[in-house]
């Protein structure tokens, strides 16, 4: 196997991967065995059938697909540890040149953390505050926070991967998904209704979930570099607060208490802010 990184581009490394027909066809080969062990052939035990039997019966599309999945198994871990590459989400397939017989090239898209370099954002807030005393002392408290935020996102800059952009308009267009056919709605009526394309909506969530990634990653560091911590009793309160005995339970799990924790320090880092 053969490890080429290709170029890194907002914040996301591409790299090829060239694997030579004896690592494809030991990949295949295990594929193939484990595809064997759930097949059914008549005149055989389930999974007892011969191998070179089951493999005439089996979808080529399958033990391929069977095939690429054992190899990537290999191949993340290994470009991970080779390149010291720090993830935010899942790899993603790219492309795959796989001819018969010959060496594939596997290429792969790893969206890498963001580093964020805060620089003296608190002069920037304190500047801006300054600015227009009488106007800034006029603001609500939620004013207040937007005007913070968006300080935060127009001065301190980094890229965020495609494919963290990309999730979230997905989610964002489930959701008026989930609106407009609640309201008993085609997605084309409320366009119309609203007077804007399919286009313009996308254009506008993409634009939302870069504010809203930017201003995540920021808040985060801040907490990180000020070695903000929550207490038990904090994350308890706020999992108390979230609704009925199945939601708090919903919330207790590692994945979803983690996403509450991040919660409450980024309510940390905004209240400070907002004083400063």
């Known amino acids: 196997m053969k490890i080429t990184p290709l170029e890194t581009k907002q914040n996301t490394a591409i790299i090829d991967f060239l694997l030579t027909p004896e690592e494809i066809k030991l990949a295949r080969d295990l594929s193939v065995n484990e595809l064997a062990k759930k097949a059914t052939i008549k005149g055989f035990r389930k999974g007892k059938a011969p191998q070179a039997l089951v493999e005439k019966q089996l979808d080529p599309e399958a033990i391929k697909h069977e095939t690429l999945h054992h190899l990537l198994n290999d191949l993340v871990p290994q470009a991970i540890k080779d390149q010291k590459l720090t993830l935010v989400s899942n790899p993603q397939l790219q492309k795959l040149d796989d001819p018969a017989d010959k060496p594939w090239t596997i290429t792969i898209s790893f969206p890498l953390l963001p580093v964020v370099t805060l620089g003296d954002y608190p002069q920037k807030i ?5 600015k227009d005393k009488d106007k800034v002392a006029k603001l609500t408290q939620d004013q207040k926070i937007e005007m913070v935020c968006q300080i ?17 308009v997905e989610k964002s267009l489930s959701r008026l998904l989930e609106q407009t056919q609640a309201l008993g709605l085609t997605i084309e009526k409320y366009l119309t209704s609203i007077g804007k394309s399919a286009q313009q909506i996308k254009k506008e969530y993409q634009e939302t979930a870069l504010k809203s990634l930017r201003l995540e ?32 339970e919903f919330f207790k799990k590692p994945e979803q208490r983690s996403y509450l ?3 409450l320090l980024k309510r940390k880092v905004i209240d400070e802010l907002i004083t400063i």
């Open 217 to 248: 990653f920021i808040l985060l560091e801040i907490a990180k570099v000020k070695k903000y911590t929550n207490s038990e009793s904090e994350v308890a309160d706020l999992i108390s607060s979230v609704g009925d005995n199945k939601t708090q």
């Open 126 to 130: 304190k500047a801006a505050f300054s």
């Open 261 to 263: 924790e991040s919660i």
């Open 152 to 168: 935060l996102i127009d001065n301190i800059t980094f890229d965020i991967p495609q494919v963290l952009i990309d999730q979230e």
